[in-house]
T-cell receptor, first 112, second 109 residues
Framework: DVKVTQSSRYLVKRTGEKVFLECVQD?????MFWYRQDPGLGLRLIYF???????EKGDIPEGYSVSREKKERFSLILESASTNQTSMYLC???????????FGPGTRLTVL | GQQVMQIPQYQHVQEGEDFTTYCNSS?????IQWYKQRPGGHPVFLIQ?????EVKKQKRLTFQFGEAKKNSSLHITATQTTDVGTYFC?????????FGDGTTLTVKP
């Protein structure tokens, strides 16, 4: 079974703090994705990566950056957290050549 | 952008009733995927449809892909309380996925 883990289920941060969200997958998948999920807005793609040290902007990259130093780990970084970044953050991984996404449990981030 | 529209947004049914959610695209889809997200959970892959007119079944769930590959549907026969959750259709293009807004199903026992 594919396992995707995220560093925290719940996180509370203050405006202006730097926030790191970590995602690790154990199935040697090449592709990894970060989404945020908000009521009424569905899942929106923030960033994705097809390989180590590669990153591509998704639909809403503003205010975020990512890091992929190792194949199994994809980090989402909020350089200076703002209240409008309060959301559920979901990470997913996909084996290259397929489309099936395996999601982590999510991190519910609250920015005060 | 390339979106998929899903209707209805919400559906409340009595246990035992049927349920259908529809997914529509203005452009032709190479494939369509369906995911289910239970309350408090994360999306879980259900199925992928690739061929025009394809119909696939998983127990009480029936998935269809339109002949023109621009729409898809998920039908649940005789809903059960375990069916509650949000059902998403997802289009993928060049490895990048776009989720529909989902249909949230609640089931009264």
């Amino acid at each position: 079974d594919v396992k995707v883990t995220q560093s925290s289920r719940y996180l509370v941060k203050r405006t202006g703090e730097k926030v790191f969200l970590e995602c690790v997958q154990d199935m040697d998948h090449e592709n990894m994705f970060w989404y945020r999920q908000d009521p009424g807005l569905g899942l929106r793609l923030i960033y994705f990566s097809y390989d180590v040290k590669m990153k591509e902007k998704g639909d809403i990259p503003e205010g975020y950056s990512v890091s992929r130093e190792k194949k199994e780990r994809f980090s989402l970084i909020l350089e200076s957290a703002s209240t409008n970044q309060t959301s559920m953050y979901l990470c997913a991984s996909v084996r290259r050549g397929t489309d099936t996404q395996y999601f982590g449990p999510g991190t519910r981030l609250t920015v005060l | 952008g390339q979106q998929v529209m899903q209707i209805p947004q919400y559906q409340h049914v009595q246990e035992g009733e049927d349920f259908t959610t529809y997914c529509n695209s203005s452009t032709t889809l190479s494939n369509i995927q369906w995911y289910k997200q239970r309350p408090g959970g994360h999306p879980v892959f259900l199925i992928q449809l690739v061929k025009s007119g394809e119909v696939k079944k998983q127990k009480r769930l029936t998935f269809q892909f339109g002949e023109a590959k621009k729409n898809s549907s998920l039908h649940i026969t005789a809903t059960q309380t375990t069916d509650v959750g949000t059902y998403f259709c997802v289009r993928t293009n060049a490895g990048k996925s776009t989720f529909g807004d989902g249909t949230t199903l609640t089931v009264k026992p």
